[in-house]
């Protein structure tokens, strides 16, 4: 039976892989290790390796890497938990394929562990970019020490070949946020609401913004301009999701969090909304604002409009229901949010195609795993050349 070890950080990524661990879990050629660390392990970030557990899937290894503090020496420190927790993990469970996803430093920590053990890593979501956040780094850095490869889009299963890694183990099959879209049931808008508290007779924005952590303390003037912005639409219920757990989020929390305190008859917040009701919330919601890559990845597939604030994102392929806005000023994000809620750019948005694919990566990703040959020239990788 092929052990595959799953490693999850946070609640988004958890619900990305989600059908990729029900599909391991539920083969019986297949044996399922999951391996739970970062934000799933933190009271701070909602302690949410309970929704795993709930979700009926055993919990082979918790890895506490989690330093209390976002800090630039608390996250390499973190990282280095990381690596050790990780460490004794696989010479536990001996795991013949290592599957991680995108590019977090949890992540980097999980992959630069299984180098010594020569465990085949597959990878999900490489190829992309994030120019406004180190994570641009992280993951070019798990695609070079990963040795299968399930990009969402064909750019960036071209990329990931121009970095050198050999077209035979690069297999684009979308991005299995999509699946959830397709395979999730979502709830009725009534039965929502009442569970969040959102008013029936007011438009609803949902609100996601992340540190941008390739620029050093610069987190609470683009939150404060934020919220200044959304203030101005009181019309709007804003409900917020809270960032990761990067350089700088605590003070994102925080501003928020006083915000939410400050008008509670336009806003709430949560910590953690799990996949059903985020997802059930991007289909009625009017206007999605932040940074989020599930305005990127997600919304299309709702054709719900998206201000994009920052470069966070900057790189990522997206659709025609993302606008924009460089520079995190109020007013810039103000005009952009008038603008995302008019009835033209609406209409623009009918029968929208999502580029990050039709709902069917995670079965295709499974049967890959299962299928694909583990030998000595997986492991020992070699530098693919482009001839031009």
Not at 152 to 160: G, H, L, Q, S, T
Not at 206 to 226: F, R, S
Not at 273 to 292: C, E, F
């Amino acid at each position: 039976m092929r052990k595959i070890a799953v490693v999850t950080g946070t609640r988004a990524e958890y619900g990305l892989l989600y059908w990729i661990i029900k599909g391991i879990h539920e083969d019986p050629e297949l044996e399922l290790q999951l391996i739970v660390t970062g934000m799933h392990l933190s009271p701070e970030f909602g302690n949410t390796v309970r929704e795993i557990e709930r979700d009926g899937f055993p919990v082979a290894e918790r890895v506490e890497m989690l330093l209390s503090s976002d800090t630039e020496e608390a996250i390499a420190t973190s990282m280095g938990l990381g690596m050790i927790g990780f460490a004794k993990a696989y010479e536990r469970l001996k795991p013949d394929i290592l599957l991680v996803l995108g590019d977090r430093f949890e992540i980097f920590s999980a992959v630069g562990a299984a180098i010594p053990f020569r465990i085949p890593v597959a990878h999900i979501h490489g190829g992309e970019a994030t120019e406004g956040a180190f994570d641009e780094q992280l993951r070019h850095a798990i695609t070079k020490m990963s040795h299968i490869h399930f990009p969402a889009v064909e750019d960036y299963r071209k990329r990931i070949i121009q970095m050198g890694e050999r077209p035979q183990n690069v297999y684009c099959f979308g991005s299995p946020a999509v699946d959830n879209i397709r395979r999730l049931q979502l709830k009725e808008k009534d039965e929502l609401y009442d569970d969040l508290d959102i008013p029936f007779d007011r438009k609803v924005g949902v609100v996601t913004y992340h540190p941008v952590t390739l620029e050093k303390d610069t987190a609470e003037v683009p939150i404060l301009e934020i919220l200044k912005a959304l203030k101005k639409f009181p019309d709007i219920f804003w409900v917020f999701t809270q960032p990761n757990a990067d350089t700088g989020g605590r003070i994102i929390i925080k501003r928020i969090n006083e915000f939410v305190d400050e008008n509670p008859n336009i806003s709430r917040v949560f910590t953690s909304l799990g996949q059903i009701k985020y997802l059930s919330l991007l289909k009625y919601a009017d206007i999605m604002v932040g940074n989020s890559s599930s305005g990127l990845v997600e919304a299309p597939s709702f054709e719900l409009p998206v201000v994009n604030i920052g470069d966070r994102q900057s790189g990522r392929i997206r659709a025609q229901n993302v606008m924009d806005v460089p520079e995190c000023k109020e007013e810039d994000i103000k005009n952009a949010i008038d603008k995302a809620l008019s009835s033209e750019f609406k209409s623009t948005l009918k029968g929208l195609e999502n580029p990050y694919g039709k709902g069917f990566a995670s079965e295709k990703i499974v049967e890959k795993l299962k299928t694909i040959s583990i030998s000595k020239n997986l492991i020992k990788k070699s530098f693919y050349e482009i001839l031009s």
